[in-house]
Nanobody, 125 residues
Framework: QVQLVESGGGLVQAGGSLRLSCAASGLTFTSYAMGWFRQAPGKEREFVAAIDWTGHTPYYAASVQGRFTISRDNAKNTVLLQMNSLKPEDTAVFYC??????????????????WGQGTQVTVSS
């Protein structure tokens, strides 16, 4: 079955960096755009970033544009999220997601075929 397994979360001070990784299995990785979402306590899950199957077309939520970078390694079935200049408001559980179509990740509601289990990111002030 399809599995998306996130790693790399943790506790970091404001202004610091983290890199999240998502390892995908059980699917044809290059048939899917990949994305990241996050959910803070008491809030709805929100779109963060997504990238097409080639890795050449990333796009971002306005709140992370310029601070986060999404990339993928199709040889390793992995998608990464490099997070720089982290802020306390970035604290959330971050989820990896897969869908064949790229721009529907930011639709309302988002269209996602598969979700990971999530990894906690905590940014202290």
């Amino acid at each position: 079955q399809v599995q998306l397994v996130e790693s790399g979360g943790g506790l970091v001070q404001a202004g610091g960096s983290l890199r999240l990784s998502c390892a995908a299995s059980g699917l044809t990785f290059t048939s899917y755009a990949m994305g990241w979402f996050r959910q803070a306590p008491g809030k709805e899950r929100e779109f963060v970033a997504a990238i097409d199957w080639t890795g050449h077309t990333p796009y971002y939520a306005a709140s992370v544009q310029g601070r986060f970078t999404i990339s993928r390694d199709n040889a390793k079935n992995t998608v990464l999220l490099q997070m720089n200049s982290l802020k306390p408001e970035d604290t959330a559980v971050f989820y990896c997601a897969a869908n064949p179509t790229l721009f529907v990740f930011s639709a309302t509601p988002p269209r996602v075929d598969y979700w990971g289990q999530g990894t906690q990111v905590t940014v202290s002030s």
